[in-house]
């Protein structure tokens, strides 16, 4: 008897199999360069799925003008200087405004510039006969 009161019995085992929680994520990285993540979560009828993604980084140099670079470490100055380094996006836009205005009947209004008087309707016969010319050549 003196050997089974020394061991431990399986019902008082700490680390039981509890149902309701997930393990951790676990992240391993590979050799290749690449790291694995497995990740469990619930499926709605309540069983328990590993999903394992290989996930690949890769570095972009980017190559920069020189004076675009020095532009970007000046000081802010007016209404920007409080502001931190970097571009503000409430002040500053990358790109061009463009109006954008759909409309229901967009098709029609395309063909309308296009075929006014007898010269739009000139335009018009020369362009449906030139792709009927070109719609069988690759």
């Known amino acids: 008897m003196s050997k089974l009161a020394n061991r431990p019995d399986w019902a008082d085992d700490e680390e039981f199999d509890d149902s309701s929680t997930l393990p951790p994520q676990q992240i391993t990285n590979n050799k290749d360069g690449t790291k694995t993540i497995i990740s469990y979560r619930f499926a709605d009828d309540g069983k328990r799925i ?3 993604r290989r996930v690949r980084t890769t570095v972009v140099r980017e190559t920069v003008n020189p004076r675009v670079a020095e532009r970007r470490q ?7 200087k409080s502001h931190p380094a970097g571009p503000s996006f409430d002040t500053t836009s990358v790109g061009e405004n463009i109006i954008f205005r759909p409309s229901v009947t ?4 395309g063909t ?8 739009g309707e000139a335009a018009g016969e020369e362009e449906r006969s030139m792709r009927d010319k070109l719609k069988d050549k690759k």
Not at 106 to 109: E, G, M, Q, S, V
């Open 112 to 119: 309308k510039g296009q075929g006014e008087g007898k010269e």
């Open 74 to 80: 000046w000081a802010k100055f007016g209404l920007e």
């Open 106 to 109: 967009w098709k029609k209004d």
């Open 50 to 52: 590993k999903t394992t």
